[in-house]
């Protein structure tokens, strides 16, 4: 899979995963997400808070959307867009309502969250919508 740039995302650099077009870039290693638009701009970029299971590198779409709910530490989220799953744990962008990040995980606790802040969230909302592919790199 390929590595992410540091910093800025490098023009360029998004040619190297498979197919074109509009994106979600998150990086790993990075903690961070990138907006890419259809002729491969990056239009945003920012870091996010991880939750304890990550998804494996590879492409996948928001599959499904929900406006708000509770979050598994008990803090309301908004713009939920989930993406992926893996050893039964969903995955998911969010951010609190509140906007704050997420608190230290219990000890042994699985989560698939992946929190931002909330101007970052209300971003990700509006440009992912369902089906919108997501491009996860080491």
């Not at 929190?115 to 919108?132: N, P, Q, S």
Request: with cysteine.
């Amino acid at each position: 899979p390929a590595a992410a740039p540091p910093g800025p995302l490098r023009r360029g650099w998004c040619g190297v995963w498979p197919g074109t077009g509009r994106r979600i870039v998150y990086a790993l290693a990075q903690k961070r997400v990138w907006l890419v638009d259809a002729s491969d701009k990056p239009t945003r970029t920012f870091t996010v808070w991880p939750g304890t299971v990550s998804p494996d590198p590879d492409s996948y779409a928001i599959s499904q959307r929900v406006p708000a709910t509770t979050g598994s530490d008990g803090v309301q989220i908004e713009h939920i867009m989930y993406f992926a799953g893996k050893s039964g744990v969903f995955i998911a962008f969010s951010n609190a309502v509140d906007g704050s990040s997420p608190p230290p995980p219990a000890s042994g606790a699985k989560t698939g969250g992946i929190r931002m802040g909330k101007d970052d969230g209300d971003a990700l909302w509006t440009f992912g919508a369902k089906g919108t592919r997501v491009v996860v790199v080491e």
